[in-house]
């Protein structure tokens, strides 16, 4: 059999030219996923890439061991989502039982089948509510989260639900900077666990964000924010696309909205953010004024060992053992 990271090199050599006719598919299939060949560079730049896959599993001593079943029941917001915790049970030499989201079958499918083409021998196997497993990763919605609960209590689990993401501005930030941080709040229609929707900033700084042409779904849900706010007298400022609310350190309950919380000492927003580390996926800054946030412009593209929820899944499948 061939080694994990010639499995997955070649997996990223693949996805790198990745037939348009599989991204129609994946785009018919669920209109939101405007941003494929997007998430395709994430994964082929960040977690496909050899001497980043040979860096990574060295941090891990994995040894022989009788694999374990792992069910992974993905999500399917963004465009192969799921696509991390496969590749972190194969690493970890367990079998993936895996349940697709039915928002995301295309893509899913389409790795899959490259994987055990490249592979043969590598097992991956489809999950079924009659599916004999022995540990479960599981991510879905808040009350998804409680029913993974309910029906995985006497196993292993890792079950993850909704988190946001932040950005802390300090005044100083340049054009680049704001554009960038634009492809973090839009890129994947602000669906993403990593998408910010919460920004703090001092409360002279004048907020600037241009918004891309996005799908049906999302203007709908932007005309439908503004006609609400509009009728409940809320105070908001109008991209053209997206809206800017004036607000406390508050998540924004709508995909078009996005909340901006003005503060005079950043130690208040690093007490803040120490506080609700378990509502919080990603913080992105200017990559020196807060500690372990991501720069401007990498919140879409996640690293090998950007755990969601900050939990090492490698650890959790090796503790398996």
């Known amino acids: 059999m061939k080694s994990i990271v010639d499995i997955f090199t070649e997996l990223g050599a693949r996805l790198g030219q990745i037939p348009q006719g599989v991204v129609r598919q994946a785009v018919e299939q669920n209109g939101w996923f405007c941003h494929v060949d997007t998430a395709m560079e994430a994964l082929c730049s960040q977690m496909l890439d050899r001497a980043k896959l040979e860096q990574w599993l060295s941090a891990y001593d994995i040894l022989p061991h009788t694999p374990k079943r792992v069910a992974i029941i993905m999500a399917g917001n963004i465009p192969a989502v799921g696509f991390a915790d496969l590749l972190y049970v194969v690493a970890s030499g367990n079998i993936p039982v895996v349940k697709y989201s039915a928002k995301d079958r295309v893509l899913m499918n389409y790795i899959v089948e490259q994987l055990q083409s490249i592979e043969p021998q590598l097992v991956i196997e489809q999950y079924n509510e009659h599916s004999q497993v022995d540990a479960v990763i599981a991510t879905g919605s808040d009350s998804a989260t409680l029913h993974f609960r309910s029906i995985f209590g006497d196993i292993p689990a890792l079950i993850r639900g909704s988190r946001h993401s932040v950005a802390v501005l300090t005044g100083s930030e340049s054009e680049q900077d704001m554009a960038a941080l ?140």
């Open 182 to 321: 634009s492809a973090d709040i839009f890129t994947h229609c602000g669906l993403g666990c990593r998408n910010v929707s919460l920004i703090f900033a001092p409360h002279d700084f004048e907020l600037n964000l241009r918004v891309p042409d996005m799908p049906q779904g999302y203007k709908n849900n932007y005309r439908h924010a503004r006609a609400l706010m509009s009728l409940q007298g809320r105070t908001f400022t109008d991209c053209g696309g997206a809206l800017i609310v004036e607000s406390g350190a508050e998540f924004p309950r709508s995909i078009s909205c996005i909340n901006i919380c003005r503060y005079s000492d950043l130690q208040q927003v690093y007490s803040w953010i120490a506080d609700n580390r378990n509502r919080i996926q990603c913080v992105v800054s200017d990559g020196k004024s807060v500690p372990n946030s991501v720069k401007f412009g990498q919140a879409q593209i996640p690293a090998l060992n950007d755990y969601a929820d900050d939990v090492d899944v490698m650890k959790f499948l090796l503790s398996l053992q």
